[in-house]
C-alpha cells in the first residue's frame, strides 16, 4: 500500500477489478439499466454496466 500512496504522488493510476462479476449477481432488469435517461432509446442496455453511472 505504500508503494501505491507513493505512486499517486507522481503519475495517475488504473486499478481494475472484477466489478462486472459483482454487478451480475444483482440480477439487474432492462428497467434497471434505462432508468429515467435512457427509458426512451430503442435498443436494449441491458448489461451495459457503464450506464449504471449514469442512472
Known amino acids: ?11 495517475v493510476l488504473v486499478l481494475d ?13 432492462e428497467a434497471d439499466y434505462r432508468g429515467a435517461r435512457f427509458a ?3 435498443q436494449s442496455v441491458k448489461g451495459n454496466n457503464d450506464l449504471l453511472t449514469l442512472t
Request: no cysteine; proline share 0%; hydrophobic share 35%.
Open 40 to 42: 426512451n432509446i430503442e
Open 17 to 29: 477489478g472484477a466489478m462486472g462479476s459483482l454487478i451480475q449477481q444483482y440480477k439487474f432488469t
Open 1 to 11: 500500500m505504500k508503494n501505491i500512496k507513493s505512486d499517486l504522488n507522481n503519475r
